[in-house]
């Protein structure tokens, strides 16, 4: 198949690319790498009848640190920036080991930060990253900008907050807190694949070792970044015990996600795998924390 | 980059060191683009969804899926496709190794690994065994098993490391 016949537009600046979404709002798709769009288009599963090309916009492409630690990442920073930065790996240790399983290579080259965000499949490490790490989103239309907490953006499958005339500027990912510990584990049938189910696990431990805060994010377990609220509930204030992360780990996959099944998995393997993984990612992420590793 | 009429964009862009004028629809995929109107048939086509690495090319130098672009965005840039790696009198050092080391059996996957391969070994001129099948994880292959095209890379690095 091939794509369907669009109107093709190449701002230059980000004022231009936002001129056009006003104008054109819902017929207009933002073309970023087009790694996962572009393949949509291919089967004709969308149709958009203009396309906003970003990749002529040569300020949305950067990694930035901030004064307080955090880090910021304009929406066009390609996968394989991100993923040969050493600010990423000094500042977000849990991107940095993240961006090899996504996808391949080649994906990598050209695929984008703000793409994997604004796209929001489930079954995309980015989004759920993002929530793990309790990450902020600025999205931009013409009137202003608003910044949105990761949590709050993704609304379902393949579904954000943002609004026809917005485009997704920025990503800015808060300062690693001390005593703070991460992982992520992942099951895909072959490596870089699409995972069958992940869960990214932050952790923070207090002075006296008890866990102060604990988030724990799924993939490819439901309509979109899937946050165990309960499991992260039972955590609190605990030792990092492993009967403890064991009961955390049966509340999240049994509680907490809603995996489907499909010709890859049935939804009970997914939650199985869900309890293994979300207790070894809990071990893996206290031990960071504790500096036991 | 011109405007015409019928939706058509004019489209210039460096192949394999010759520049092309070429009007595109904006729906032309690039690989579409280097068969079709340039005629340049080395890069084949898999799945069109991205996973079969079958129509990489370079972009810049950088190894990219090219049935995942328009034409239109190659719009300034510099594209090598297999056929600009080497000549027939002169095939470069992973075009070599893979006749050497029997790196492919049909040959349709083969320009995509040879593509992805050249940036790969710039990057990394002594790859371990592991770093050379996650370069290559992009790329099916339905005949050898990789076993072969494994050792092929491991022969480019060695002949690429003579050579300098």
């Not at chain 1, 490819?220 to 492993?242: F, W, Y």
């Not at chain 2, 592991?130 to 790329?139: K, M, V």
Request: proline share 6%.
């Amino acid at each position: 198949m091939k794509p369907a016949p669009f109107e093709y537009y190449a701002p230059t600046t980000v004022e231009e690319a936002l001129s056009l979404l006003t104008e054109h709002g819902y017929d207009a798709k933002v073309l970023a790498g087009g790694q996962s769009l572009v393949p949509m288009m291919n089967f004709r599963l969308v149709q958009p009848s203009i396309l906003v090309d970003l990749n002529n916009i040569p300020d949305l492409a950067y990694i930035k640190p901030d004064d307080g630690g955090g880090l910021h990442l304009g929406a066009m920073t390609r996968h394989h920036q991100v993923e040969i930065s050493p600010l990423v790996e000094e500042r977000s240790p849990l991107i940095h080991s993240a961006m090899p399983k996504i996808a391949y290579p080649q994906i990598r080259s050209r695929g984008t930060f703000g793409g994997s965000i604004s796209h929001a499949d489930p079954s995309a490490e980015l989004p759920s990253l993002c929530v793990a790490l309790d990450g902020k989103f600025r999205l931009r239309n013409q009137k202003g900008e608003r910044w949105v907490p990761a949590s709050e953006f993704f609304i379902g499958l393949f579904t954000t907050v943002l609004e026809p005339d917005e485009l997704l500027v920025e990503a800015a990912l808060p300062p690693m807190p001390a005593r703070s510990g991460w992982s992520l584990m992942e099951v895909a049938r072959r490596p870089h694949d699409f995972a069958l189910i992940g869960v990214a696990a932050f952790v923070t431990l207090d002075e006296k070792g008890l866990c102060e805060q604990a988030r724990l994010v799924f993939i490819s377990a439901g309509e979109s970044p899937m946050v165990a609220h309960k499991a992260a509930e039972t955590l609190k204030g605990q030792a990092p015990s492993p009967e403890v992360m064991q009961e955390a780990a049966e509340v999240a996959s049994s509680e907490e996600i809603d995996p489907s099944s499909d010709i890859h998995a049935t939804a009970d393997f997914r939650r199985h795998l869900a309890k293994v993984l979300t207790r070894r990612a809990l071990e893996r992420a206290f031990q960071r924390a504790a500096g036991t590793e | 980059m011109e405007r015409t009429m019928q939706n058509l964009f004019d489209l210039e862009v460096t192949v394999n060191g010759i520049r092309h004028a070429h009007a595109v629809e904006p729906r032309t995929l690039l690989s579409d683009f280097l068969r079709h109107d340039l005629g340049l048939t080395g890069t084949h086509v898999g799945c069109e969804h991205g996973v079969c690495g079958a129509c990489t090319i370079l972009l810049d130098g950088e190894a990219v899926r090219s049935c995942l672009m328009f034409a239109i965005q190659a719009q300034g840039h510099e594209i090598t496709t297999v056929e600009g790696l080497g000549t027939i009198d002169h095939l470069h050092p992973v075009q070599e190794a893979f006749h050497e080391a029997h790196g492919l059996q049909c040959g349709f996957c083969t320009p995509g690994i040879l593509t992805t391969v050249v940036p790969f070994l710039k990057q990394n001129p002594d790859p371990s065994e592991e770093e050379i099948r996650e370069a290559i994880s992009g790329n099916l292959c339905r005949c050898t098993g990789y076993q072969h095209i494994v050792d092929a890379v491991k022969l480019t690095a060695e002949k690429m490391k003579m050579e300098s």
